[in-house]
């Protein structure tokens, strides 16, 4: 949390990238920048699929408009909230943290006098994310500004995945959400939504250079680190040129990216190494599951975490393992939230849409990665998601 009365914005070109025009940037509208435009290979990301009602087209020259517009409109000593959603990731963190360094440089400019980040549920940020630039910025869902006058809502695919926060977004004069969830309903009064953008840190930069903010080396970690982990580190299909172009912007800066990568993903303490033989070593594979594509999944429980000393967010990475099954299509992980609660994540290889499947469970997420939250005995869980890879698979009707 911060307060900025009239900070000094200093605002500089934000590179070579940053000098060209884009769509909503007052002085001219030219072509939009390549992450906007360019379609990922094997996501169709403005074609809507089963399961992803409301799924979004990606941002237009009218929503880019009237982002930069009302940033620039806001009052004097204006109060900025940027939430993230429930159990962040290095996307949501990354994203949102970013974006508030980026509205830090230029607080005099837009007018800010007050900037903070939360999100919803306790303040502990994952281990890997803990060292992030910006996490000054952060304070608890019940220290956040109960009436800010603008509120920017990062990753969030759903108006519930924001939890208590919800009704500031509602109630703020200016809200505007940045996502790349198929499955987002465009929730916002300014919806930046952009099924076809690798990472919401795709749209968190085009905020920025459309406001003119100087990339700086901390920006650019937190961004970096956003995009590396929802492309898997620049594995999945979503990387396109487009993807290693902004990530030549950021490593421009100088950020130290073997560091990173190693802080990021390949660093565990031996706890949760041994906590990922457990998982693996109850990993079902059910050939004719996902319509005879193959479904594989394991689940772990709090006394699992207790046993191993780990938090949950130790296990993040695990789905990661899971897919890596030559057998299945489908991978599954359940994971522990509370008693009788789960956190399940989904991956596919492609045969099978894992967003549709988690949608009708309440949840939400892209075509190869999606999530939701589950109720019951693991076995409940697993069931639940059977029946809906059925009818996602096409082996029965919904």
Same mark, same amino acid.
């Given at each position: 949390?911060?307060?900025?009365p009239?900070?000094?914005?200093?605002?500089?070109?934000?590179?070579?990238?940053?000098?060209?025009?884009?769509?909503?940037?007052v002085?001219?509208?030219?072509?939009?920048?390549t992450?906007?435009?360019?379609?990922?290979p094997?996501?169709?990301?403005?074609?809507r699929?089963?399961?992803?009602?409301g799924?979004?087209?990606?941002p237009?020259?009218?929503?880019w &408009? /009237?982002?930069?517009?009302? $940033?620039? +409109? *806001?009052?004097?000593?204006? #109060?900025?909230?940027?939430?993230?959603? @429930?159990?962040?990731?290095g996307d949501a963190?990354?994203?949102m943290?970013?974006?508030?360094?980026?509205?830090?440089?230029i607080?005099?400019?837009?007018?800010?006098?007050?900037l903070a980040?939360?999100?919803?549920?306790?303040?502990?940020?994952?281990?890997?994310?803990?060292?992030?630039?910006?996490t000054?910025?952060l304070?608890?869902?019940?220290d956040?500004?109960?009436?800010?006058?603008?509120?920017?809502?990062?990753d &969030? /695919?759903?108006?519930?995945? $924001?939890? +208590? *926060?919800?009704g500031?977004? #509602?109630?703020?004069?200016?809200?505007? @959400?940045?996502?790349?969830?198929?499955?987002n309903?465009?929730?916002g009064?300014?919806?930046?939504?952009?099924p076809?953008?690798?990472a919401?840190?795709?749209?968190?930069?085009g905020?920025?250079r459309r406001l003119?903010v100087r990339?700086d080396?901390?920006i650019?970690?937190?961004?970096?680190?956003?995009?590396?982990?929802?492309?898997?580190?620049?594995?999945?299909?979503?990387?396109?040129?487009?993807?290693?172009?902004l990530? /030549?912007?950021?490593?421009a800066?100088?950020?130290?990216?073997?560091?990173?990568?190693?802080?990021?993903?390949?660093?565990?303490?031996?706890?949760?190494?041994?906590?990922?033989g457990?998982?693996l070593?109850r990993?079902?594979?059910e050939?004719?599951?996902?319509?005879g594509?193959?479904f594989?999944?394991?689940?772990?429980t709090?006394?699992?975490?207790?046993?191993?000393?780990?938090?949950p967010?130790?296990?993040e990475?695990?789905?990661?393992?899971v897919?890596?099954?030559?057998?299945?299509?489908?991978?599954?992980?359940?994971?522990?939230?509370?008693?009788?609660?789960?956190?399940?994540s989904?991956?596919?290889?492609?045969?099978?849409?894992v967003?549709?499947?988690?949608?009708?469970?309440?949840?939400?997420?892209?075509?190869?990665a999606?999530?939701?939250s589950g109720?019951?005995?693991?076995?409940?869980?697993?069931?639940?998601?059977?029946?809906?890879?059925?009818?996602?698979?096409?082996?029965?009707?919904?």
């Open positions: 949390m911060e307060e900025l009239g900070e000094a914005g200093g605002v500089q070109p934000a590179g070579a990238a940053a000098m060209e025009e884009l769509p909503g940037k002085g001219g509208i030219q072509q939009s920048d992450a906007a435009t360019e379609q990922q094997g996501a169709a990301a403005t074609e699929r089963p399961g992803e009602a799924a979004q087209q990606r237009g020259e009218a929503e &408009v /009237a982002a930069v517009t009302a $940033l620039r +409109g *806001l009052p004097a000593g204006a #109060r900025v909230l940027l939430a993230c959603h @429930v159990n962040p990731d963190l990354g994203s943290l970013g974006t508030g360094l980026g509205l830090r440089q607080a005099g400019e837009l007018g800010i006098g007050h980040a939360t999100f919803p549920g306790p303040m502990v940020l994952p281990a890997p994310f803990d060292t992030l630039p910006g000054q910025l304070v608890a869902e019940e956040a500004d109960p009436a800010p006058d603008a509120m920017l809502v990062f &969030v /695919a759903s108006i519930e995945r $924001l939890g +208590g *926060l919800a500031r977004l #509602r109630a703020a004069a200016v809200g505007i @959400v940045l996502d790349h969830h198929a499955s309903p465009g929730f009064a300014i919806n930046l939504v952009d076809a953008a690798a919401t840190s795709v749209l968190a930069d905020l920025l003119d990339l080396a901390e650019a970690e937190c961004l970096y680190v956003a995009l590396a982990t929802d492309t898997g580190s620049f594995k999945f299909a979503s990387t396109t040129p487009a993807v290693h172009e990530a /030549a912007r950021l490593i800066t100088g950020i130290p990216v073997g560091e990173i990568s190693r802080r990021v993903f390949d660093t565990r303490p031996v706890g949760a190494l041994r906590l990922f457990v998982a070593a990993t079902v594979l050939r004719e599951g996902a319509g594509l193959g594989a999944w394991t689940y772990l709090l006394e699992d975490l207790a046993a191993h000393g780990q938090p967010a130790a296990v990475a695990l789905i990661d393992t897919r890596c099954a030559a057998e299945a299509d489908v991978a599954c992980v359940v994971k522990p939230a509370r008693p009788g609660e789960w956190s399940v989904l991956r596919s290889k492609g045969g099978v849409d967003s549709a499947v988690a949608v009708a469970l309440g949840g939400g997420g892209h075509r190869f999606a999530g939701f109720a019951g005995t693991v076995e409940d869980v697993i069931a639940s998601i059977r029946v809906r890879l059925r009818v996602a698979s096409g082996s029965i009707s919904g």
